[in-house]
DNA sequence: GCAATTGATTGCATTCCGCAACTAATTGCA
DNA sequence: TGCAATTAGTTGCGGAATGCAATCAATTGC
């Protein structure tokens, strides 16, 4: 049995940066006076590993199809992604980032890095790797339970609604 | 400077979660049989913590007054929120959490460390505890950068709008 | 005692997004 | 070969969340 308030703790500090991250998202990338990051940037994080269908992106992203159609979309329009015919189904299409695409990739990671290195001054890399593993290790754990349910017991889920 | 690539990974696992855990809220906390929860319920567990304003509370949670306002109406409705006239200020109301508000709360919590738990048998509680000091350095250090910018350089609206 | 301040609420508009219905292309099998 | 079943993707629709601006109400400070 792990120590049960650090698990209420690990919810509450992850509730306060969804917080103040969504909040920054609806500040920040409202106000138009050029490009702004719509939900859509979500997917370029994705297509920048590799292209993909974008069932495969909506899968990655834990979001339905119709919403990564609407992303794709806008993207395409803004020409951060191009579409190519799928060689081994002609009813797909392949999702592609373009050049500038990953120049846009490249452009918000330089400014997470920049202010995240000024305002972590205290930390060394031993302990921003820890964070890091173990932050993975935990999503990785959480993932199947927040999953749709479906038939599987035990999710957070079936636990709302007092099924397990 | 710290290393680049884990704070690129850092922040990819952060949005791996915020976007399983918002995806899970758009489902689980939807369809309606008795009680769901809205985003109301993020009021509850600060005012678990101690009774406030509403623009304290709006503060703690980085959400306007008016977002707050609709939430403590809704709270309250329910019954989990219960008025109370603030001696220092007559404008003023003390947002109180009640006892079957504090019952919810902890229902919350206990579906949480019951999933939780059992996801997490590989974890040792000196594991977690490290992740939950190193997550809540990592908060404590960004949020400032999340904050409304105002007349303060560097945060990351600024650097979004090529200001710094 | 009245203007300025402050706490809170409401109206409005926008974004996000899931679900369901639909189109188009493909595949599988009789 | 041809048609039903499958699969990729899109669009229509509606609901939830929430920021901003306007407003109301009570208080405080000359």
């Excluded at 500090?13 to 490009?35: I, K, S």
Aim: include cysteine.
């Amino acid at each position: 049995m792990l120590d049960q308030n650090a698990l209420d703790e690990l919810f509450d500090v992850l509730a306060r940066y969804v917080r103040m991250r969504d909040r920054a998202a609806h500040r920040t990338f409202r106000t138009p006076d050029g490009d702004v990051e719509s939900a859509a940037f979500k997917c370029l994080f994705h297509l920048a590993r590799q292209p993909m269908r974008a069932r495969e992106l909506a899968e990655s992203l834990h979001a339905e199809p119709s919403s990564v159609s609407r992303y794709v979309a806008e993207l395409v329009d803004l020409g951060f992604v191009r579409r190519e015919a799928d060689p081994a189904d002609g009813r797909a299409t392949l999702l592609v980032i373009t050049d500038i695409g990953r120049e846009r990739v490249a452009a918000m990671r330089a400014v997470r890095r920049h202010a995240m290195d000024r305002a972590m001054t205290d930390w060394t890399d031993d302990e921003l790797r820890t964070l890091v593993r173990l932050l993975g290790r935990f999503v990785d754990a959480a993932e199947p339970l927040f999953a749709p349910s479906g038939d599987k017991p035990g999710s957070l889920e079936d636990l709302m609604k007092g099924r397990a």
